[in-house]
């Protein structure tokens, strides 16, 4: 980690939100550099779409539990969400972003526009294809995402699947939207977008809670919810696309260059998000097979696992993956990649240890009501913990990718991925079925005696569904973990062939390690004094000490993100 003394006398800090803002870093000639407060930008659209994503499934968690209801549910959602990471964001990101900000960045923007419609073109047609391909085959594709259904439970989610799929192609032009719009520096509209379509959610979920809907019927309701929520984002964004005035007319024209290049990084990067979209299919197959409510717990506990990597990984990675494509000198896509990386790290160790320590109490306090009990809580929490142990990798393997991608290098990605799916689903495979033999029951680990009795799923699972959650969800967590760390090591050494400036991620985050331990430490002493108290109160308390002690800690050791965060405090508390 670097300190004041090697980063130079030129660099300065301020602060804009949660993240740290820098001056004279990665910018030519000490100007401020556009993407820190664009990450900025990012973050705070992100959050404003975690949270009312966190209320989503605070109320879905409520409605439905850990039920069938869910479990059909969440395995539907797999659809569009299988579709919008392979057409949209991710591969936006990947191939269309870099070509189309680099034309910006060269004054060619009439050539820019005709890229953009033509990819606008290309994507609607592909989309409503695969689209219509998935509403008319909803029930072998259900086999598919959850071979373990059966009776109700299928059909319900063969019913879903029908009614999701018909929303993909909303949520596809909605990612696309999001390509152009970052790529002209306007990045809070496109990531508070999905505001509109967590929030059309919540209020099918308020209107099931107020008439007491029957699960599966709230289901249904929900997934056209989805649908109506999808149009919201889409129009709110391409009204935005519309004002930039960029020249941006659809048209099927893919012979032009640009367009052409597109197309050929488009391959390696949808087979990359194919490949990580593979491995969610992975673990929801896998989980199928384990006792009712697997799905759905593995579900919640992505909901926060993925929270602080959006807002403190994809946040700066999105910001600078623009400015990273028009940089035109290694060295200097080398220096913003180990800011990136310093930047996002800071967080994601923090958050790591947050949920490690604190995470029944967090669980507790965003889903602890309705059919969602203690037992509940505490087995989401363990999934939770598991994932957290792969944090800080996955945050750092966001930044790389970005740097690989700012680079025309899209293949190596997708080769790592798929390595990184066979690690995760291997271990995931050895441990799930064992641990599916633990269970919670009055807020107590049993089933030690079972643990090594034989290697398969359970008898008679569904069967056993109500009667106390299982851990086996927590061996898929485990896997995901270990591999992200391969994956995070392996995307810094590719990078490095290049850009020999480009840290490992191991030499960024070992400093962080006192600060950490003091965090964990804090936050295990916080709790018997908190446990009285209501999960909502005792959460944000434990969060605040272990907090503070990692600030203080990590100040004093010379890091210079908690020096510029207690400095954003200093002048807080000065108002």
């Not at 508070?192 to 809670?209: C, D, E, K, M, S």
Request: charged share 15%.
């Amino acid at each position: 980690m670097a300190t004041k003394a090697t980063e130079g006398a030129g660099s300065r800090r301020r602060a804009t939100g949660s993240l740290v803002v820098m001056e004279g870093e990665g910018a030519p000639g000490g100007a401020p550099d556009p993407s820190a407060r664009a990450s900025a930008v990012v973050a705070g659209g992100i959050l404003l779409s975690r949270l009312t994503g966190l209320v989503r499934e605070s109320l879905l968690r409520g409605v439905l539990g850990l039920g069938p209801a869910a479990d059909a549910f969440a395995a539907a959602l797999r659809i569009p969400n299988l579709l919008q990471n392979l057409l949209g964001e991710g591969s936006l990101s990947a191939a269309f972003i870099p070509v189309y900000s680099r034309l910006l960045g060269e004054g060619r923007q009439e050539e820019a526009g005709r890229v953009a419609g033509a990819v606008a073109g290309l994507l609607t047609a592909l989309a409503g294809g695969l689209a219509t391909v998935g509403i008319l085959a909803a029930r072998p594709l259900a086999r598919l995402l959850a071979p373990g259904f059966e009776g109700a439970r299928m059909e319900l989610t063969v019913d879903l699947i029908r009614v999701t799929t018909a929303g993909v192609g909303l949520l596809v032009l909605a990612a696309w939207c999001l390509g152009v719009l970052n790529s002209h520096r306007r990045f809070f509209l496109s990531y508070v977008a999905p505001v509109l379509w967590n929030g059309a959610q919540v209020a099918v979920l308020a209107a099931a809670i107020l008439g007491d809907w029957e699960p599966a019927n709230t289901a249904r309701s929900l997934a056209w919810g989805l649908v109506a929520g999808g149009l919201l984002q889409f129009g709110i964004q391409a009204i935005g696309v519309r004002r930039l005035r960029a020249g941006i007319r659809p048209s099927a024209a893919w012979r032009l260059p640009g367009v052409v290049e597109v197309i050929r990084r488009s391959g390696p990067a949808v087979l990359g998000r194919g490949v990580l979209q593979l491995s969610a299919y992975l673990d929801l197959v896998l989980a199928s097979l384990l006792v009712t409510g697997a799905v759905a717990g593995l579900m919640s506990a992505q909901v926060l696992y993925v929270l602080p990597v959006s807002l403190f990984a994809l946040s700066v990675a999105a910001a600078e993956l623009p400015e990273m494509s028009r940089h035109p000198d290694g060295a200097g896509v080398a220096q913003r990649g180990r800011t990136a990386m310093r930047r996002t790290s800071f967080f994601l160790v923090f958050s790591s240890v947050a949920y490690l320590v604190l995470g029944d109490l967090i669980v507790g306090a965003l889903f602890g009501w309705g059919a969602f009990d203690g037992d509940d809580a505490i087995a989401v929490w363990l999934v939770l913990g598991a994932y957290a142990l792969g944090l800080p990798a996955l945050g750092a393997s966001r930044i790389c990718q970005s740097v690989l991608y700012s680079r025309g290098d899209t293949t190596g990605p997708a080769r790592i991925a798929a390595l990184r799916m066979a690690v995760a689903g291997g271990i995931g495979l050895a441990v799930m079925f064992p641990l599916d033999r633990l269970s919670i029951v009055n807020g107590s680990l049993v089933g030690w005696d079972d643990l090594f009795e034989g290697w398969g799923p359970l008898d008679g699972a569904v069967e056993q569904a109500t009667a106390a959650p299982h851990l086996g969800a927590v061996g898929l967590a485990i896997g995901s973990a270990g591999a992200a760390w391969l994956e995070s090591a392996l995307l810094a050494r590719r990078g490095r062939r290049t850009l020999h400036d480009l840290p490992m991620p191991v030499t960024v985050l070992a400093p962080l390690f006192p600060a950490a331990l003091a965090a964990a430490l804090v936050a295990i002493a916080t709790r018997p004094l908190v446990a009285g108290l209501p999960d909502l109160m005792a959460a944000p308390l434990g969060l605040v000490a272990a907090g503070g002690a990692y600030l203080l800690v990590a100040w004093r050791t010379g890091i210079e993100e908690a020096a510029s965060a207690a400095g954003i405090l200093r002048r807080l508390v000065g108002r």
